[in-house]
């Protein structure tokens, strides 16, 4: 199966991406963010401060640093506010946009944690199948030898666990 499901922790992936849940700044801050950039290390921060942010919904990628990971893409997932932002298709293209710079990365393997579902409060049951439906679309189309959905929390896997098993 392309897509895993699993509860870890983000930082401790031996794989070729893990994407980052980051904020427009792409400077740090909490969640996430903040335990990739602890784990990465100082360096990513000064890499950071080269890109320039990021706009919602779009990706930007670094190296991994001290991460077993190869590369970090940071995306900037919507702030929640009732649906009516744009949100689901700005969580969208999140996937998208993480995707496209792996593949163009040719990363064989991408670990997303649940975007928006923390601090930006996007319900976790609707961004679970936005997420699902996405990559899965993506995956019909090209070529990543593994993606997985790494949950950090038992709400989330959970989630994911009863769509994933309702659609094999
Ligand atoms: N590994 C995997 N998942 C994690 C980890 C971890 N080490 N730490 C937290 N998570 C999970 C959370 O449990 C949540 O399900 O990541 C998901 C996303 O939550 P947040 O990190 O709060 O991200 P988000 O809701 O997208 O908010 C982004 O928060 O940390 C700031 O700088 C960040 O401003 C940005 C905002």
Redesign the pocket.
């Known amino acids: 199966m392309k897509i895993e499901l699993i509860k870890?922790?983000?930082?401790k992936l031996e794989v070729d991406a893990i994407v980052n849940?980051?904020?427009t700044s792409l400077l740090?801050?909490?969640?996430?963010?903040?335990?990739?950039h602890r784990a990465a290390g100082r360096e990513l921060l000064e890499e950071c401060k080269t890109l320039g942010g990021c706009a919602t919904g779009n990706a930007k990628i670094t190296k991994g640093y001290n991460l077993p990971a190869k590369f970090i893409i940071h995306t900037?997932?919507p702030?929640w506010n009732g649906g009516i932002r744009n949100e689901n298709e700005l969580l969208t293209q999140c996937y998208q946009n993480s995707l496209n710079l792996a593949i163009e990365n040719n990363c064989s393997s991408i670990a997303f944690?649940?975007?928006?579902?923390?601090?930006?409060?996007?319900p976790?049951q609707q961004a679970a199948e936005i997420a699902i439906s996405t990559v899965e679309n993506f995956l019909s189309e090209n070529k990543i030898n593994k993606v997985y959905f790494?949950?950090?929390?038992d709400e989330?896997y959970n989630i994911y666990k009863n769509i994933l098993y309702e659609m094999k």
Do not use: E, H, Q
Not at 28 to 36: H, K, N, P
Not at 150 to 153: E, N, W
């Open positions: 870890a922790d983000i930082t849940a980051a904020n740090g801050g909490g969640g996430v963010d903040g335990a990739i900037i997932g702030v944690p649940n975007i928006s579902t923390g601090v930006y409060r996007f976790k790494v949950c950090f929390d989330n």
